[in-house]
């Protein structure tokens, strides 16, 4: 049975960090696509940050870029996303998905889940007061 499990949200005030972490079992993390995502109140779930199998393509949503750095340790099973310069907006339920695509559109990246064929996890809240 596949578990996916994100940690490491909070509260926390405009500017500061913080890094959440996503624990994979069940399934063969390094064969995945994995991406950060986030729903806030009222809106519809968006991607975040995605990152290829090997760490070399990888997707960050233009209100996330030059803020947010996503890595991944396949030797662990971990996905991580380092959020620096937190802004009120940043605030929502982060959700850790494995088995996401990375395309080209355009001159850029999209990154979107593939339907039932992505696996979720439960989400880890992040508030940014500010």
């Known amino acids: 049975q596949v578990q996916v499990v994100e940690s490491g949200g909070g509260l926390v005030q405009a500017g500061e960090s913080l890094t959440l972490s996503c624990t994979v079992s069940?399934?063969?993390?390094?064969?995945?696509?994995m991406g950060w995502f986030r729903q806030a109140p009222g809106n519809q779930r968006e991607p975040v940050s995605c990152?290829?199998?090997?760490?070399?393509?990888?997707y960050y949503s233009d209100s996330v870029r030059d803020r947010f750095t996503v890595s991944r340790e396949n030797a662990k099973n971990t996905l991580y996303l380092q959020m620096t310069s937190l802004k009120a907006e940043d605030t929502g339920m982060y959700y850790c998905?494995?088995?996401?695509?990375?395309?080209?559109?355009?001159?850029?990246?999209?990154?979107?889940?593939?339907?039932?064929?992505?696996?979720w996890g439960q989400g880890t809240q992040v508030t940014v007061t500010s």
């Open positions: 998905a494995a088995n996401v695509s990375i395309y080209n559109l355009g001159w850029g990246k999209r990154c979107s889940p593939l339907d039932a064929k992505t696996m």
């Open positions: 069940g399934m063969t993390f390094h064969d995945n696509v």
């Open positions: 990152i290829g199998r090997s760490g070399i393509s990888i």
